[in-house]
């Protein structure tokens, strides 16, 4: 059984920065992929950054040259650093992992998610 765990969430100010963290305990990793997703109050839970086979990176363009996602096998933990936040990045930051048991099957896996709150 694979758990999620997050930290690293809080209020900041916008302009700030911070750094989730997710780490995975149990068994059975060899992830595919990790990375994130968010939640804001009343709309869809949306992809912000994932890492796909520790080499390709994808994210939200509404993230990109502000947020950089990482991984430390080793840990097995994946990170979020988040710089220049906006007000618009609040929300609940889930992490996310994949591990992929044949051509269109797959185990995902959700973290219980960290509050992110940015203030003007």
């Given at each position: 059984?694979v758990?999620?765990?997050?930290?690293?969430?809080?209020l900041?100010q916008?302009?700030?920065?911070?750094?989730?963290?997710c780490a995975?305990?149990?068994?059975?990793?060899?992830f595919?992929?990790?990375?994130?997703?968010?939640?804001?109050?009343?709309?869809?839970?949306?992809?912000?950054?994932?890492?796909t086979n520790?080499?390709?990176?994808?994210?939200a363009?509404?993230?990109?040259?502000?947020?950089?996602?990482s991984?430390?096998?080793?840990?097995?933990?994946v990170?979020?650093q988040?710089?220049n936040?906006?007000?618009?990045?609040?929300?609940?930051?889930?992490?996310?992992?994949r591990?992929?048991?044949?051509?269109a099957?797959?185990y995902?896996?959700?973290g219980?998610?960290?509050q992110?709150?940015?203030?003007?």
């Amino acid at each position: 059984q694979v758990q999620l765990v997050e930290s690293g969430g809080g209020l900041v100010q916008a302009g700030g920065s911070l750094r989730l963290s997710c780490a995975a305990s149990g068994s059975g990793f060899n992830f595919n992929a990790m990375g994130w997703y968010r939640q804001a109050p009343g709309k869809q839970r949306e992809l912000v950054a994932v890492n796909t086979n520790d080499a390709d990176t994808n994210y939200a363009d509404s993230v990109k040259g502000r947020f950089t996602i990482s991984r430390d096998n080793a840990k097995n933990t994946v990170y979020l650093q988040m710089n220049n936040l906006k007000p618009e990045d609040t929300g609940v930051y889930f992490c996310y992992a994949r591990r992929e048991t044949g051509p269109a099957a797959a185990y995902v896996y959700w973290g219980q998610g960290t509050q992110v709150t940015v203030s003007v």
